[in-house]
């Protein structure tokens, strides 16, 4: 069973970059055909999809993010990890990795138990 796991800052400061790290275990983020996400929710909100890097490093944005957001991964390191720039206090929330299989975008099978992020002075 594969195994996601979020690592990264509590806290940034508004106008700050977050820069989160998620770790894989138990599978490869290469293997085909997964996407491996990033999604986040703000707290009384439902998930927002932020980006996704494929298993063979193709990125995809949300267009809502595309503009200050980046995916990337260390295969060496079997992890992918999140930019996400100019950050305000209202993108405080709970940021999740998770996999997804290529012939159900959307459905995510495994997540990460996610990490929360505030966003303050």
């Known amino acids: 069973q594969v195994q996601l796991q979020e690592s990264g800052p509590g806290l940034v400061k508004p106008s700050q970059m977050l820069s989160l790290t998620c770790r894989v275990s138990?599978?490869?983020?290469?293997?085909?055909?997964?996407?491996w996400n990033w999604v986040r929710q703000p707290p009384g909100k439902g998930l927002e999809w932020m980006g996704v890097?494929?298993?063979?490093?193709?990125?995809y944005y949300s267009p809502s993010f595309k503009s200050r957001t980046s995916i990337s991964r260390d295969t060496s390191k079997n992890l992918f990890s999140l930019q996400l720039s100019s950050m305000t206090p209202e993108e405080t929330a709970v940021y999740y990795c998770?996999?997804?299989?290529?012939?159900?975008?959307?459905?995510?099978?495994?997540w990460g138990r996610g990490t929360q992020v505030t966003v303050s002075t």
């Open positions: 138990d599978g490869s983020i290469t293997t085909n055909y997964y996407g």
């Open positions: 998770a996999r997804a299989d290529r012939a159900l975008i959307g459905h995510f099978d495994a």
């Open positions: 890097i494929t298993y063979d490093g193709s990125t």
